[in-house]
């Protein structure tokens, strides 16, 4: 289980997330969505280790992050985080680089030479797999890089916009089998960032929305209906709760070229 | 005639290789034809003066074909930095304890028959014939330290270099200096013996390595392995206290400031890059302008790294004014570049338990910061 406690972060003077607490369970999907720059990211960096709050905690598992280098290294071993753009070696197969990922993680040797070409096959990435990185599309790279995050078996996975940056329809669709697959197979929480309420409607256990730094709801999609008083997807939901002037705006947009 | 020499040369002697010794012996035999051809040409004896100008480059020739067979020695026959070679003797019957196939690493009787001849070839030159065992010793042992490093045991390479330090001491007593590199030899003789029980060392192939990326690198499971335990932190310290204490010992008063300068300028970068090592990829969490804005001055997660570094300079300033008020003694001067050292090395945090405990943000590196072990024979396929 994963629990952010009373999470505060600026950067600089700039506060960026506000006095944010939630908590993910095992075997939980949630998705943390959110207007661009209101804190999604940072917030799943915070949890992810990668930045240190400057008010609050993180506990995972029942250990708190950064308390004694054991704990740490126990929360390592479960977690996995995937940035937005992450860093790719170029010069390297993607081949070489998801095996190199797995043993990281001590992945059996046998497991990974049966994980790793099932990973390129469902990725389409079989021939490419054996190419440099450097030879890839941007959605290929996307791909090899969710696939890195897949093949460590992390049973927490934190994962930031992971259907954007140029992923095809079958790579979004091999992505949410996966998502649901560990779900319900390795009891896996995987908490993802994304502006886009369409890529997560059907697979998020929780929606958590983020707006201007501060949590205003997380919930089951019924439970946002029942808090937006709106009955429809979760883009309607997620517009009545965050985006209500969006529509006049564009009216206002359209209008003012008449 | 040359080529019988090349076949029937002892072949366990494999560090020697014949054509250096030959171009070696050409130019110390080529100052005596010199000075044979002059004499005859003039007839006349050579004078002692112009003797002796021919005796310096003779006596340089042979210190430095002793330097390279101290060095070579070690170098040659090891498996240890040649991957050919230790790979195929994977693939043979060869175990510790039978001969190596490239000769031994430890010194035998052909090693005594060269230092007995240099040796004799120095007192010709009116030199200490011991100077054949310190330069080739010297060097011996250096090779040794260093192979050891990447062979283990490592530590063996504090005991040797208290002794260097003890040898350069003595100095410029080249008899007692050549004793105590002989007393350094059976040390070696069971390190080396020791290092080739742990065959094939596995050593870190760097074009078997593949960089992770700073995400794995920084937050994946594997700890940094960058470690320096509190023994081996107080070790160097007192090696290093050493070294500065026998420097300035033997030196005349006029250099023995500007070392001691030098070595206070190296106490100040050392702590910056100390400093600067714990910072790599690790950004403050809050710059000053938020600190004062949020009222939270001090961040001990963070600022715990700064005590160390502000301690040198603080030790470091002290020394300063010291020794503007009176003249630093060699053994004062040792033992405050040995704390500075202890500092350094052996003051928490260590870098393993900041990077997994301490309050920083972790800054995007360049993926090659992080390497992880692929085999090549599963790497590609």
């Keep these: 289980m994963i629990e952010v406690v009373h999470v505060t972060h600026h950067y600089g003077i700039r506060p960026v997330l506000k006095d944010i607490s939630l908590q993910a369970d095992r075997g939980e999907i949630l ?68 095996l190199a990922v797995g043993r990281l993680y001590s992945i059996p040797e046998t497991r990974l030479m049966d994980h790793v070409p099932r990973l390129l096959s469902l990725f389409d990435l079989e021939t490419k797999g054996n190419e440099p990185i450097a030879a890839y599309s941007t959605g290929q790279r996307k791909k090899i890089a969710l696939a890195g995050a897949i093949v460590t078996e992390a049973p927490v996975m934190l994962l930031d916009e992971p259907f954007a940056g140029g992923l095809d329809p079958s790579g979004i669709l091999a992505l949410k089998r996966i ?80 | 005639m040359i080529k019988r020499i090349f076949i029937s040369y002892p072949k366990n002697w494999p560090f020697l290789n014949l054509k250096w010794i030959l171009i070696c012996l050409s130019i110390y035999f080529v100052f005596d034809l010199i000075a044979l051809g002059l004499s005859w040409f003039f007839q006349v004896p050579i004078p002692p003066d112009f003797r002796r100008v021919l005796q310096q480059p003779q006596g340089w020739m042979l210190k430095i074909f002793l330097v390279y067979m101290g060095l070579a020695r070690v170098f040659r026959p090891h498996p240890e930095g040649k991957p050919k070679y230790r790979n195929w003797l994977k693939t043979t019957p060869w175990h510790p304890g039978m001969p190596l ?31 054949a065992i310190l330069l080739f010793g010297i060097a011996y042992t250096i090779a040794v330290m260093l192979k050891l490093l990447s062979t283990g045991p490592a530590r063996i390479d504090y005991l040797l270099s208290f002794g260097l330090l003890l040898m350069v001491w003595v100095l410029p007593d080249v008899r007692l200096a050549a004793l105590i590199v002989v007393a350094m030899y059976p040390i070696e003789h069971w390190a080396i013996r020791h290092s080739l029980k742990s065959f094939p060392w596995e050593p870190q192939d760097e074009k078997h390595v593949v960089p992770l990326g700073w995400t794995f690198s ?33 030196s005349v008063p006029d250099v023995r400031q500007g070392v001691e300068g030098c070595l206070v300028f190296a106490g100040f970068f050392a702590a910056l ?57 060699p053994a004062e001067a040792g033992a405050l570049a040995a704390v500075v050292v202890l500092v350094l090395f052996g003051m928490g945090p260590s870098l393993r338990r900041f990077r997994l405990t301490g309050a920083y943000n972790i800054s995007k590196l360049n993926g090659k910061a992080s390497r992880h072990n692929v085999s090549s024979s599963t790497a590609n396929g």
């Design chain 2, 218 to 250: 920084r937050l994946g499971p594997e700890p940094v392995k960058i470690r320096v335990p509190v023994f081996d932190a107080f070790i160097v310290a007192l090696l290093f206290g050493g070294s500065v204490y026998v420097t300035l010992s033997k």
């Design chain 1, 31 to 98: 998705a943390l969505m959110g207007p661009n720059g209101m804190g999604k990211s940072t917030l799943l960096a915070v949890i992810a280790g990668a930045l240190w709050p400057v008010i609050g905690r993180v506990k995972i598992d029942g250990k708190w992050r950064r308390a004694t280098p054991e704990d740490e290294l126990a929360i390592r071993r479960q977690v996995v985080y995937l940035p937005a753009e992450p860093w790719l070696p170029k010069d390297r197969t993607g081949r070489e680089w998801l």
């Design chain 2, 101 to 131: 196939p490239l000769g031994p690493i430890t010194l035998n009787f052909y090693d005594l028959v060269l230092l007995a001849v240099t040796g004799f070839m120095f007192t010709k030159l009116g030199m200490h014939a011991e100077l």
């Design chain 2, 273 to 329: 890059i100390r400093f600067g090592v714990y910072c790599g990829g690790n950004s403050n969490p809050l710059g000053i302008r938020a600190r004062i804005a949020t009222g939270r001055l001090i961040i001990p997660g963070f600022d715990q790294i700064l005590v160390a570094p502000m301690l040198i300079a603080a030790l470091l300033f002290a020394g300063l004014v010291l020794g503007s008020q009176r003249s630093f003694q």
């Design chain 1, 179 to 258: 998502f649901q697959k560990h779900r319900e197979d390795r009891d896996a929480t995987v908490i993802m960032a994304t502006p886009v309420p369409e890529l997560v409607e059907d697979i998020a256990d929780r929606i958590a929305i983020i707006h201007d730094g501060e949590l205003i709801a997380c919930d089951t999609l019924a439970g946002l209906q029942r808090q937006s008083g709106k009955s429809g997807s979760l883009a309607e939901v997620y517009e009545s709760l965050v985006s209500a002037g969006s529509s006049s705006k564009i009216d206002q947009y359209f209008g003012g070229s008449r």
